[in-house]
């Protein structure tokens, strides 16, 4: 089948949107960016893939007339089992490559290395078998996982003799070996595994109707049409200068699409904050961009979050609970740390403050909107902070006592605004070649 | 926060009370006491004015109040402002617009701008197109101080600007009015000039900030009115006998457009400075002495312009170095260092601060820099520095 | 000017006249001394070149010499040293650039040592910065200071009152303070014939800067404008040597409109003009190259600019007047595009939207330069509004590299574009929408949580 693929490459996650022919979304990826933005969005697009295929999936479930509570187990059974599988060729390779490194001339004179390689892989690789009550993440949360339990078993195989520091050294330097891999990690490529495993147990007529939905799924050919790539690192998308646009651009289509009235976007992400205004067809009519200064932007707020000794999630509901909100003058980063202590050895409360500072951000963002040309209705705010719940109280408060009366459009899949916004100039951009006009 | 160690927690005394009217204006954003002079003077006119080297004298003859602006004083969120100008520029043009966008200028009925700098001077041209159905005028003053040049071009230019005034009021010019103008300016000017005396011989009887205070009315009192405010904060500051302090004697420089906040101010005197003289509310108070109320009104006005208003940045220094006049108020308010405050962002203060610098250094006379804004919100950091300030001068003098 | 046409313009007269010009110039100020001849520093706004001509001393412009720096990637070193010398972070850079190039033995844009100057010419037009600026390098250097105090057009006239002040202080300021140092009267005969010779060439420069309404247009009136405008607006004006610069640059711009040519850029000539922009604000030196091919490389060309109006508004009809010398000189002064209020500004570019028939009007706001920088905002709003094309900002530096961010204003840029472009697409779909068209696809269902 014919499909259409954004790419939007963020400093700090990559996302991939599919759509198909008709700008329905098939299937999304995200990935931290890492320092390989090839990777990062060879990898974003295959989950947006792996995700594609299960939406074909449920469409042909559906044909096949299986839409009851049984299918949408049978679905969830074989995608956890699939992010298992996935898993663990991941944890395998990182085994093969730290044993190949073990007997390497950096490391060869540490006598027992290996066999403690080995104890720690068996203990994880049996640990990551066993069922568990949450879900199995996606590709992004491999290393994460296997950093933690990793460093866990590191810790309790070392000894004087072979020290921590060593065993993690072997760590450090096959995780990145691992993710720059190209391992198959496709539907297509796992997905036979994990339908073995799923199919355990159920009833023969069922098992037929899944097993053939799901082969049939594997086997059709998806191909992409068109992809355009936008964002920070889009220089370097191994995407032609003509499937290029503007990050801008994609933006403003996407928060058209999530939100059809859209009129005005502001988006708040980690090193900036833009305001859109789009016409009625999701076009951008004026933008303003933050300047040098990070004031505005989500940086602060992790600055702020430093400064608290606190997680950055952290603050949002912090702030809530505040009741009395402190004036903060100074949105500058640089200022912020010593007002922050001088308030709290005045014996503010530390809610109050940071109630005080999320306004002092949202006050930043009102005055690049009023530069851009103001908040018509209707306003969708997307990023990161879009997510903070004291900033988006904030947000509405301004918007009320400045605009009036607004709808405010807040998604919580706000994070794939962009690659939305790129995959759909993909699907525009392939219609006008079919018909040059 | 307050001088209760001084006031001794008692009733309101004579000089809280001068204090706390003063304070009150400073905080009225919305300008009610204009309004209310408005109202009792069958809606007259009112125009406001940027903080340095305007003449006065010229709106009072022409009928109407002038009304100082300076900024925000930290007492309005900045929206539109800062929609308005980018990350670089200093907060007084921002809060200006802040609140003429959020009508709190309303009310005034004509805008003067003078030759500050060019963010200042742009602002003119910023508020011709976005207000224009008020009289808006950049007032050029001379940066030529030959009488015959820049004095007859400032004649001119003050010339053109009493006419317009008097089209704006509807009252006819008259030399006469202008002269009575002037005297009840000089008044003024007196009356201040005794508190700087004495705040130069007495800085513990009259703390930095109520100074600031009483001078910051003038911005919005009619002459007389402030006058009498000067003089019963004197004579009240005289009787309340405070105690004096083992604090260091410095001369705030830096401030005279955009202000600290009053915070600011008071930290200073916390940390051990007692201010024996400044720059700020400059507008208030010049030009030093009286200007003459015989012969042509005008040209007094221009040849006090020329040669005796106070030096600040904004203005070119034609005759030895730039860092003279600091020294010289140093010396005649027998000042001990010099606290260096320049707003961020402050093009004229800041081009010139190695100039002062190394004027001081030269002088042997100890100084201390800083930035601020009008909106600071924590004074920790200079608190802290003041003091060490003020113990080194002191260290120094007991040397 | 170093000349980065060079290579792709190797045949170009004019480039080549430019150059020996500014090399012989500066090889009369490193002989300067030694033959006995006087040195005036002073700036390009509002500058009086024909006055110094006819006392025969020689200009230095610090602000040149600044963006020289920039362009030689040593502003950066120049600026930092004069911040450890305690320069604020704040402050203008061309001033700190200059002062950190004095502090590291004063060598100028050719690496010979600049000559100290014998009089500190402060015309003081448009910019604020440039009295405190000479305030200054007056405790740098032991030599006297002319004031020349320009009246800004706060209403926007330049009215016989101030006239006469600038006029006041040219006879009783700046001429004394010449004659004094040369020891000769003025030669009214001799300044009547250098600014009949300006007026030959501001004919010219008028000439090549207006061939760009054409389509394509012939120039780049922004990064190729600022070559154009360098002789004239500095140490040549009135000299026959510009009188012949700008007489060949025009014939070989003739020629370009006659062969149907695009600007010439660095890498070579614009063959497809794809956007046409006005530009409000002075450029960024320390990136030059790179800042203009982040328009070339999409087939933007400038068509005008404010920029090139520093030195003197010309295309309003301003020409020096030979027969009123120091009157003419007065008025020049007062016309320089930063010595105009903000609702001329809002005009001239409005003008300039239509007259040159562009796409867009994009600001590059100058940390360094409030004299244009302070209510540009408010002037991208206004022209939006007046004319109805998109405006566009970025920001950079005069000459300070840390105020180059590149990925972020080539971000911008190219958004910008790409936003006139997705208009202009969906304008020409509109008006034809008789014609069958790409219908936009539905709306995408809304985005569900599959994890």
Redesign the interface.
Known sequence: MKTFVGIDLGSTTTKAVM?DE????L??GITNSRSNYHLAADIARDEAFV?AR?TLLDRALAAAGETGDEAVAFRKRL?YQLRKVQQMAQLASLRARALEEAVGARLGHHGDLVARLEHIFDVIEADWKKPRLT?V??SDFFRDQAASDFSRCAERVADRDLKFDVLMSVFDKVIIQVENARIDLTFEGNIRTALTRCLRGEAPERHARYEAAVLSVADTPIDVARAIGTG?GR?TLPFPKESI?????CHGLGAH??F?GTATVLDIGGQ?TKAIQV?G?G???????N???A?GCGRYLGYIADEMNMGVHELGPLAMQSTRTV????TCTV?AG??L???L?MGQKREDILAGLHRAII??A??????SGGIADEFTFTGGVANNEAAVRALRQ?VKE?YGSRTINI???SI?TGA?GAA?FA??AG??EE?P? | MTNEAESGGAAPSAVDEVVARAEALYHDVELSSVQRWRDAHGGAKAVGYMPIYVPRELIHAAGMLPVGLMGGR?QV????????F??YICQIPRSTIELALTGRYALLDGFLFPSICDVIRNLSGMWKVLFPEKYVRYLDVPQNYDPDVGGRFFGSELRSLYADLCALSGEAPSDERLRASIALYNDNRRSIGRLMELRATEPWSVPAWEVYLALYAGNLLPVEEHTALVDAYIAAARAASRPRRDNARVVLSGAFCEQPPLELIRTLELAGCYVVADDMALGRRWPEGDIEVTGDPIAAIAEAFITRSPATAARYEPHGDRGAPLVQLVRKSHAEGVVLAAPSFCDPALLEQPILQDSLDKERLPWTAFKY?E???????IREQAGTFADSIKLWSEA | MSTPQEAASAKDGSMIKQKEMIAGHFSALTRAKAEGKKVVYTFVPGNITELLLAFDVLPVYPEINALQSGMRKKSGAYIAEAERLGHSEDVCTYVKCDIGMLKSGNFGPTGEKLPEPDLLLLSYTGCFTFMKWFELLKREYDCPVAMMHVPYQGDGVFTPEMRDYVVAQLRTEVVPALEALTGKKLDEAKLSEALARSRVAEDDLVAVLESAKRRPSPIDAYFGGVYYIGPIFTSFRGTEAAVDYYRTLRAEVDERVRLGLGPLTPDGAITHEKYRLVIEGPPNWTNFQEFWKMFSSEGAVVVASSYTKVGGVYDNGFRHDPERPLETLAEYCAGCYTNLNLPTRIDMLSRYVREYEADGLLINSVKSCNSFSAGQ?LILREV?ARTGV??G?I?TDLVDPR?F?A??I???I???L??IE??RR?AS?RA?AA?????????????????
């Open positions: 759509l008709d700008g329905a979304v299937g999304r995700e299960f995608l879900g993440k996606g920070y220089q646009r503007s990050e801008i651009l699409v999530m059809p900036d016409d067809d076009i951008v009519t004026s933008f303003q961009m300047d040098r200064c004031a004036k903060i003058n100074s200022f010593a007002e202590r001088d308030r050895t006050l930043r009102m005055a690049l909107l009023a530069r301004l400045n998604s919580a899949d794939y939305l759909l699907v525009r219609a006008s018909h006009s | 930290g969120e900045i929206i539109r402002g800062d929609a308005w980018q990350s804004s909106n600071l919100g924590q004074f920790q950091v | 905002l939006e998109p405006g900002f920001e105020y961010s990925a972020n080539k971000n911008r190219e958004s910008y790409q936003m997705q208009k969906n779909t034809h014609t069958p068209t790409v219908a936009p696809p539905r709306p995408a269902k809304k985005l569900e949580v599959l994890r």
